[in-house]
C-alpha cells in the first residue's frame, strides 16, 4: 500500500528548482512518486508517494539539501 503526503516548500520559482527537489526526494528510501505544484512567490505544493510513512526530518533533510526550506508538511 502506498502512502502519499503533501508538503510546503519555500524558495522554488522555476522548473530546475522542480528537478532539484525532485532528485533529492526520490533518493530517499521508499519514495516512489514526486509531484511539485509550483508556485513562485510562494510556498510550492510538494507530493510524496512512498511505500510507507516517512518521516518529516528525512524529507525536510532531502529539501535542504537541494537548496529549500521545507516549511509544514500538509
Known amino acids: 500500500m502506498s502512502h502519499t503526503a503533501d508538503y510546503l516548500v519555500e524558495g522554488m520559482t522555476c522548473n530546475h528548482c522542480v528537478s532539484s527537489v525532485t532528485e533529492e526526494l526520490t533518493e530517499v528510501a521508499g519514495v516512489t512518486e ?41
Open 34 to 74: 514526486v509531484t511539485v505544484d509550483l508556485a513562485s512567490g510562494l510556498p510550492s505544493t510538494v507530493s510524496i508517494t512512498s511505500d510507507a510513512p516517512l518521516d518529516d526530518a528525512t524529507v525536510g533533510a532531502a529539501i535542504e539539501e537541494a537548496g529549500y526550506t521545507l516549511v509544514k508538511s500538509l
